[in-house]
């Protein structure tokens, strides 16, 4: 790939991502009385942007190494890689939501006194609901960016991150709203 | 192509781990890179794909979320500066955002590099790792100023009117934050990759989750070193 070619189109992905976490931020600003309900929020949701980010880019990258060395086709049928993929993209979200709303509540329960065991029930509810969005949107992504020419490299890392900020906070939210 | 396809049925037989020399014989006489050959021995028809990937990557992702929430708590200790200067709070999730994007694509790349045999021994001396190194410098002094931009006219907007000493503060702790954070992320990403890959493990599967955290953990800790020293 040229060297403009990549130049681009790590720039115009940059400046989606930087909107989007403009936008993120803006979003979280919005809810903040909520989340000053639950003080163990502000340590969980930093690790769980962190987590929805890690995982989702891991796939796309997995992903289009498999694409670019021909080990799997960009498509959804018949793909014993991108199975094995999403199936770990699923329990790796899964079982760190879990130990990270524990690590929120013990931290939540040691340092501030208080003993509100919620936190791990809206971590694990904000997990799965997360997985539901970002799962297909990042296999989709990659195929179609692979499909069309582009590296998915270039550009999945940060479309990844923004989509899973976004999210990720509305997910917490709506755990929040159903817990 | 009938022994082609025998040789490569041996390869993706053998255990992990395991250093065949079947894996040079096939790289020598079929021109197939290692690389490829030792990621058809991870992912290929014999192994559980969700199981390597699971058990590889379960430990760094607890490790690198749990930094982030230590990330979290030091956020929460410039809250009063941050409340007090708008852009700046407006100036936190886009920059994380960006550390961790280009954690993301140097990362991936350099690893698609190391499959694809872009980069050897030598890796100081890869012309792609050199191309790679400029186009995200590049990429991040522009971005840099785009945030540090966008985020003063938010602030403006949201009713916060910096002086133009202000807004030159924040563009210096942008630009000066993200250009010492790239630094970060390409040390640790051709370190740790070489180092993962050196252990016949996929880098793909730990050097984000490391990389983005590292470059979070320290995104927050340089940040409020510079507001610090700005103001």
Known sequence: MSFRKD?????????ASTTGGLAAGTLLAFITNQIELIPALLIFLPGFL?????????????????????????????????????????????????????????????????????????????????????VPVAVLTTFWLFRHGHDPNNIMGPYVTTTGDISSIISVFIAIVII | MSHFRKALRKVTKLRRHEHHPILHHVHRRYGISRKTIFYMKEYGPHSHVAHVIVRESIKVLIMASIISSIG????????DKLLAIIPLLILIPAMNNMVGDFGCIVS???????????VGGRWWKSRHLHRLFLII??????????????????????????????????LAIAVLSNLILVGVIFS???????????????????????TTSVADLLNLVIFAILVGVFF
Do not use: C
Not at chain 1, 72 to 85: C, E, Q, S, T, W
Not at chain 2, 194 to 210: G, T, W
């Open chain 2, 72 to 79: 979290g708590i030091s956020l929460q200790l410039m809250e």
């Open chain 1, 50 to 134: 962190e987590m929805r980010g890690n995982i989702s880019g891991s796939l796309s990258a997995r992903l289009s190494s498999a694409l670019f060395l021909g080990a799997a086709r960009p498509r959804v049928k018949k793909n014993r890689i991108l199975k094995g993929n999403v199936i770990a993209a699923m329990l790796l979200v899964l079982v760190v939501s879990v130990i990270l709303g524990a690590v929120a509540f013990f931290a939540n329960w040691v340092f501030f006194g208080i003993y509100d065991y919620r936190i791990i029930a809206i971590a694990l509810i904000a997990g799965i609901l997360s997985n539901i969005v970002e």
């Open chain 2, 108 to 118: 991936s790349k350099f690893t698609t590099m190391l499959y694809m045999g872009k």
């Open chain 2, 137 to 170: 410098l590049m990429s991040s002094f522009i971005m840099s100023v785009f945030i540090g931009v966008a985020a003063s006219v938010i602030g403006y907007w949201s009713g916060f009117f910096p002086t133009f000493d202000t807004f030159l503060k924040v």
């Open chain 2, 188 to 210: 640790v990403s051709i370190i740790g990759g070489l180092a993962i890959y050196h252990r016949k493990e996929d880098p793909n599967n730990f050097l984000i989750p490391i």
């Open chain 1, 7 to 15: 130049f681009d189109e790590i720039v115009t992905a940059e400046m």
